[in-house]
Every structure is written in structure tokens, then in C-alpha cells.
């Protein structure tokens, strides 16, 4: 029996938006701050205040962008996200004063929470049922490959060709979204939305309820993983290790790429618990080696070990929230996936610290970060079995009406 097909030029344009789009964040996220400090003058203080503006524009929109995402046509809310992607990057290159990097930041996030949004859906939509979990693994693996990918090309490019240069390549990665997001046209059963049945405003708008237990189970994944995407420069600067923390990077996601056919197809085929208890095993010892860290091997060695548990545990969760909505609520059920990683990622950097500060890192990882991991890996044990049961029960109903 052959296979359905999901190397499509519908999935590979949507993908290669996502990549895109993660890569210029990354790319910011690395080199703006370096901008804001040594052309602008400002301090820490400014710098972080560019990242909380996008924060804030992606949190506060991502939400919106789940019921608007299902409530318009999905290609053509695609086509003007991305255009408004390209004019935001655009302005990057002329508006240089503290405030406008501030108001262009805000905007940013708030197009960028609408764009992946709207590619993560549509990209779970256009997927075939039976390769459903392989597909969305690949989908997420081009945000891994960004994570890597855009830090070291944003300090390349500020670093050895300044500030002109840095802005030009991210204005150019815009164009490149627009053609990946727009030069395939999408089927309508895809892009078009499902005539709305209730009237008035609902929390159920802008929240997927079926979604909100694995969203939050992600969440709590994202959480410990935020620990590891806030602190490592300066985890590794305390080991003496801040010039590997790009190997550290590389080798996570080497091994993400690596694994995803496997892990993909084990969840289609055997089902989501073949690959998450394996995953939250491989994620708790690859923290705990994380925290015992005292040498490149040890950092390289905790850092594929790492990657094998987030990259079955990630792709599962964000599976399970799309798989259990409605067809025509792909677009909430996504944001609300979406969102709750932003909070948990935003939480992580603000509660992390505060024990990294009166503990040292590698309490924060050894323990914190690992007891999380063990409660979130309890959690989903026993959602999974009232899942399970919930799901027979109906089963069991629909056989009895048919007698």
C-alpha cells in the first residue's frame, strides 16, 4: 500500500515561510541588542526592552490571530501578514531612534504571532491524517534549524559587516516569506473558512478548550526548555564555555533532524505515548547532564541527549492540540498551543532567574528544571488515561446508537 504523500508544495511553501520568519527573530533576537548598545547608546535596560515589546505584541495577538485565522481566508490573511512582514523589516533599514525600534519591535511580534499562526495551521490542514504527527515534526524542525541558524548569522553580520548589512538580510529573508507563503494556491477546503453557527462574543473565540491540556503539557515542556534558550550564554561564561554555545546549538538540532524520522513515524503508527514517555525520559537525564556540566564533551554530550527528548516531546503536544479540535478550528487550536509556549517561555525568564540568582544554575537545572519535567511527565499520565477512557466511552456510545 502506498503511502500519502506529505513532501507536498503546499507543506514545503508553508514550512519554508515558518523558517523564515524564525530565522529573522533569531537573527534579532541575537544582533538587535548589539545594535541598540553600540550604535544607539543604549544599555541593558534598552536592549531588553526590544525583546519585551515583541513579547508583548506576539501575547497579546496571538489569541486574535486563532479566530481571525478561521474566521477570513487563510491564504489571503497569509498574503497580507507577509506583507506587512516585508514593510516592518523594510523600516528596520531608516528608522534608527530608540522608539522606533521599540514601536517596530511591538509590530513585529504582533505580525509574526498572526503569520506562524496562520502557517502552522495551515501546514496541520494541508497534512494527510495518516502522517499527521511525522509531518508536524518536520513542520516544527524548521523552527529548530532557525534556532540555530539565525544567532550566528545575526552576530556574523553585525559583528563583520554592521548594522546596514544586518538589516538588508532580514528585509531580504521578508521577501523570501512572501514567495514561500504565496506561490502555491493552497486547496479552498484549506484556506476557506467554515460558516460561523454562534452569535456574540465566546472565550471559546479565541481558546480551543479540546487544545488547552496539551497546550499546557507543551507549555510546561517550553518552560524547562526556556531555562536552557534564556541562560546558556551565561551558564556557559560561568563553565568557561560561552565560545561552544553555537556547537551546543548545532548538535541539538543535528540530532533533532536525525531522530525526526523516527520519532514522526512511531507516533503515527503506534501512537503518541511511543514517543512522549521516551521523550521525557531523554529530556530529564539530558537536564540533569546539562546541569554537571564541566567540559565541551559533557555540554556536546548533554546537548544530543537533549535534543532526542524535546524533539519527541515538542512535535507530540502540538499534534495533540490540532488533532483534537475541529478541522475548521485549526487556526485557535494552534494559537492556543502558540500562546501558552509564549507565556511559559516569558515565565521561564522571569521565575528561572530568580532562582539561578539565589541558587546557581546548576540547582536550576539539576533540580528545578527536572523536577518539572518529572511533574509534567506525571500530568500527562493521567490526562492521557481519562483521554483515553473518554474517547472509548464515546466509541462505545456511537456503536450502541447504530444498534
Known amino acids: 500500500m502506498q503511502r500519502e504523500k506529505l513532501w507536498t508544495r503546499e507543506f514545503l511553501g508553508m514550512g519554508g515561510s515558518n523558517l523564515f520568519l524564525f530565522t529573522s527573530q533569531y537573527i534579532m533576537v541575537a544582533a538587535l541588542p548589539i545594535f541598540i548598545m553600540d550604535t544607539l547608546g543604549g ?78 495551521a495551515m501546514a496541520a490542514l494541508i497534512l494527510p491524517a495518516s502522517r499527521k504527527g511525522e509531518g508536524i515534526g518536520y513542520f516544527a524542525m524548521s523552527t529548530n534549524l532557525a534556532m540555530v541558524i539565525g544567532p550566528m548569522v545575526g552576530l556574523l553580520l553585525i559583528g563583520n559587516l554592521g548594522s546596514s548589512a544586518l538589516f538588508l538580510f532580514v528585509t531580504g529573508l521578508a521577501v523570501l516569506t512572501f514567495w514561500a507563503a504565496n506561490a502555491k494556491r493552497l486547496p479552498d477546503d484549506v484556506v476557506k473558512p467554515v460558516p460561523r453557527t454562534k452569535q456574540g462574543f465566546h472565550i471559546t473565540d479565541f481558546v480551543e478548550p479540546r487544545s488547552l491540556a496539551p497546550a499546557l503539557l507543551g507549555g510546561l515542556v517550553f518552560f524547562a526548555y526556556g531555562g536552557i534558550l534564556t541562560f546558556i550564554p551565561l551558564y556557559a561564561k560561568s563553565l568557561g564555555l560561552q565560545a561552544e554555545t553555537s556547537l551546543f546549538f548545532m548538535v541539538f538540532a543535528f540530532v533533532i533532524i536525525l531522530t525526526r524520522p523516527i520519532i514522526g513515524r512511531l ?121 483515553l477512557a473518554k474517547g472509548q466511552k464515546g466509541q462505545k456510545g456511537e456503536k450502541g446508537q447504530k444498534m
Open 43 to 120: 544599555g541593558d535596560r534598552e536592549a531588553g526592552m526590544a525583546m519585551t515589546a515583541f513579547q508583548i505584541g506576539a501575547v497579546v495577538c496571538r489569541p486574535f490571530a486563532g479566530k481571525l485565522i478561521d474566521a477570513v481566508n487563510k491564504q489571503r490573511l497569509m498574503f497580507f501578514a507577509t506583507i506587512a512582514f516585508f514593510l516592518v523589516m523594510l523600516a528596520f533599514n531608516w528608522l534608527h531612534s530608540l522608539q522606533a525600534i521599540y514601536g517596530l519591535r511591538l509590530l513585529h511580534g504582533c505580525i509574526f504571532a498572526m503569520a506562524t499562526t496562520a502557517a502552522a
Open 267 to 387: 507516533f503515527d503508527v503506534k501512537g503518541p505515548n511511543y514517543t512522549v514517555y521516551p521523550g521525557f525520559v531523554f529530556f530529564a537525564v539530558g537536564m540533569l547532564m546539562f546541569s554537571q556540566v564541566e567540559s565541551v564533551m559533557g555540554l556536546l554530550r548533554s546537548a544530543a541527549v537533549l535534543g532526542i527528548g524535546f524533539g519527541a516531546l515538542s512535535p507530540a503536544f502540538q499534534t495533540l492540540a490540532v488533532q483534537r479540535a475541529a478541522a475548521s478550528r485549526a487556526g485557535v487550536a494552534t494559537a492556543t498551543y502558540f500562546w501558552l509556549l509564549d507565556i511559559s517561555v516569558g515565565l521561564a525568564a522571569t521565575l528561572l532567574s530568580i532562582v539561578a540568582a539565589h541558587f546557581g544554575y546548576a540547582f536550576m537545572y539539576g533540580t528545578v528544571s527536572t523536577v518539572i519535567i518529572c511533574l509534567t511527565a506525571v500530568c500527562y499520565f493521567f490526562w492521557s488515561r481519562q483521554a
